[in-house]
């Protein structure tokens, strides 16, 4: 019994230890625009008005392919 | 032990039993990080990373600490620790060594943590019983090698689904499907896909 409980203790204080760690482990200063970027683009809010809308980007690839049929017309 | 061995444990745990559209694991990621290939190639390669190297060390706590003693009952809260703090370790690895790394694959660890797939992985490999076909050492090949396998599938479902989700964004697809329907039906189709492979080993 006192196994079982001294184990699970020993994992429970690495985790704690681990993640105190990390916490003081400074981000390099070139990833903090990432971590934001990456949990915009990870979110599955379809109705976020942050993000940008599926028809802007449909609408943007539309001129694009527009574009390029006119230099090959051309 | 044979070459073949590996090559099977590769084979099977890629393409036959694949983690995400045969076992349903690490569904999360497969919906929530395949918006964009970027993405999906980043999340891949943390996972495999984190895949194989949780894998391993459960493996070893496993045969030499909880099954000598008795006390199996533990593992997987044992096994959901062990993960969560090795995500730590890696995390604060790449913060300090390679930034470059850490540019990459950093801001998918944190999410890892609560990835099934990695747990589920640990748990297959254990119920396997490797050390009973090859013994504890060699088993631990085994083990290693089922591991990269499944991720090698996980990167290339994750991959794919990425690839089709990015060219549904300009497809014409009906208001109502428009999203999770749409990705939902593809993922289905993938699946039936992956289960005409079962038995080529």
């Known amino acids: ?74 | 032990m044979s070459i073949t061995v590996f090559f099977v444990a590769i084979i099977s745990s890629m393409l036959i039993n694949n983690v995400i559209l045969l076992r349903f694991l690490g569904i999360c990621p497969f919906l929530g990080v395949s918006k964009k290939t970027e993405t999906a190639v980043g999340m891949s390669a943390a996972v495999m990373f984190v895949m194989v190297v949780a894998s391993i060390v459960t493996y070893l706590l496993y045969y030499y600490v909880l099954e000598p003693n008795g006390i199996t009952y533990i593992s997987t809260i044992a096994f959901i620790l062990i993960i969560a703090s090795l995500v730590q370790l890696v995390e604060i690895f790449l913060k300090r060594v390679s930034k470059k790394l850490y540019k990459s694959l950093g801001i998918y660890l944190p999410l890892i943590t609560t990835n099934c797939a990695i747990l589920g992985v640990a748990e297959i490999i254990i119920a396997n019983n490797y050390p009973s076909d090859y013994g504890v050492l060699q088993g631990l090949y085994v083990a290693a090698t089922t591991a990269f396998g499944t991720a090698l599938g996980f990167a290339l479902v994750i991959f794919a689904f990425s690839s089709i989700r990015e060219r549904l964004d300009s497809a014409d697809v009906p208001e109502a499907w428009k999203g999770a329907p749409i990705s939902l039906v593809i993922a289905g189709i993938m699946a039936l896909a992956f289960l005409g492979l079962g038995g080529i080993v």
């Open chain 1, 1 to 74: 019994m006192w196994l079982e409980i001294g184990i699970v203790a020993a994992i429970v204080v690495l985790y704690i230890a681990t993640f105190a760690l990390n916490k003081k482990t400074p981000i390099p200063e070139d990833c903090l625009e990432l971590i934001d970027e990456a949990t915009c683009g990870a979110c599955n809010n379809y109705s976020c008005s942050v993000k940008q809308d599926f028809s802007t980007i449909k609408e943007d690839l539309h001129e694009q392919l527009e574009i390029e049929q006119l230099k090959e017309d051309n």
